[in-house]
């Protein structure tokens, strides 16, 4: 089983806008702080947006007021909802999380797959 899988990415214009989704399972979700990471081409990975349990949230100063973190406890998901798009957030997007897996008591780091995001005319 995978914990996290993110879905929603593809190719948009500039000045456009894509929702990703996170769907985290079989691990505690509700009170972990889950983190949207990004590698763009060439560059080391970066942290973009991060919601706490308390949906207390943090942003890349680059992405602030253009990126739009939040979450679903119930579907056990995590958004990152993109406007404004530029090219350089050209990248592939990841979910992250630190977490127990249910059932256990070791915390472990884990990654999504990836998605590619491409902004481009």
């Known amino acids: 089983q995978v914990p996290l899988v993110e879905s929603g990415g593809g190719l948009v214009r500039p000045g456009g806008s894509l929702r990703l989704s996170c769907t985290a399972s079989?691990?505690?979700?509700?009170?972990?702080?889950m983190n949207w990471y990004r590698q763009p081409p060439g560059k080391q990975r970066e942290l973009v947006a991060s919601?706490?349990?308390?949906?207390?949230?943090n942003y890349l100063d680059s992405v602030k007021g253009r990126f739009t973190i939040s979450r679903d406890n119930y579907k056990k998901m995590v958004y990152l909802q993109m406007t404004s798009l530029k090219p350089e957030d050209t990248a592939v997007y990841y979910c992250?999380?630190?977490?127990?897996?249910?059932?256990?008591?070791?915390?472990?780091?884990?990654w999504g797959q990836g998605i590619q995001v491409t902004v481009s005319s």
């Open positions: 919601i706490a349990g308390d949906r207390t949230t």
């Open positions: 079989g691990i505690i979700f509700n009170v972990n702080t």
């Open positions: 992250n999380t630190n977490a127990q897996r249910l059932g256990r008591s070791q915390i472990q780091n884990f």
